[in-house]
């Protein structure tokens, strides 16, 4: 079981990325999927989550309107499009599949560094 973060990098100020996040050994499509994100010093924070079918998405109020999840189910991926990047962006950033019965998954974490 395994879920690989990859997109991650170094992007100016204003700028956009896009991360994905792809499952193995288990299928998301009966999985909850988050983008969680941590930076120095700070506390890991969800930043945005997709329920199982799609249908309820949640933001934190910080990337609300800049960031976009979504999820490719038959790719087995999810997906954490950022634009209008800030240095305040700046985090390592996680994906987690969460099931109901409490399983839960994380992956190892990709850098987003958001500098000029």
């Known amino acids: 079981v395994q879920l690989v973060e990859s997109g991650g990098g170094l992007v100016q100020p204003g700028g956009s990325l896009r991360l994905s996040c792809a499952a193995s050994g288990f299928t998301i499509s009966s999985y909850d999927m988050s983008w969680y994100r941590q930076a120095p010093g700070k506390e890991r924070e969800l930043v945005a989550r997709?329920?199982?079918?799609?249908?309820?998405?949640h933001y934190a109020d910080s990337v609300k309107g800049r960031f976009t999840i979504s999820r490719d189910n038959v790719k087995n991926t999810v997906y954490l499009q950022m634009s209008s990047l800030k240095p305040e962006d700046t985090a390592v950033y996680y994906c987690k599949a969460f099931h109901f019965s409490g399983r839960d998954y994380w992956g190892q974490g990709t850098q987003v560094t958001v500098s000029s």
């Open positions: 997709i329920s199982s079918g799609g249908g309820i998405i």
